[in-house]
């Protein structure tokens, strides 16, 4: 089965950080570029982030520029965001996804005091 599966996610104090994990299983990350995409409450989805095949280049949404970190760990199959810095407007569901349009479930990121 084909899938993306986040974790780490959780409450948070401004200023703070957390790391989310994504593992896939069903395929072969290192085969696909990756992204995160957050969804905040009763907005639309945001690119956040993205990383290519190899890890070699990484890309990121001004708003998060400086605070978080993407990277990967193909031979464990995993996708990771380091997140510090967390200002309460980082509040969202995140997701990853990958390149062939697999997507994970989401994990909940809170930022709030």
């Known amino acids: 089965q084909v899938q993306l599966v986040e974790s780490g996610g959780g409450l948070a104090q401004p200023g703070g950080s957390l790391r989310l994990s994504c593992a896939a299983s069903?395929?072969?990350?290192?085969?696909?570029?990756m992204s995160w995409v957050r969804q905040a409450p009763g907005k639309g989805l945001e690119w956040v982030s993205g990383i290519y095949s190899d890890g070699s280049e990484t890309y990121y949404a001004d708003s998060v520029k400086g605070r978080f970190t993407i990277s990967r760990h193909n031979a464990n199959n995993t996708l990771y965001l380091q997140m510090d810095s967390l200002i309460p407007e980082d509040t969202a569901v995140y997701y990853c996804?990958?390149?062939?349009?697999?997507w994970g479930q989401g994990a909940q990121v809170t930022v709030s005091s």
């Open positions: 996804k990958s390149s062939g349009d697999v």
């Open positions: 069903g395929f072969t990350l290192s085969s696909y570029a």
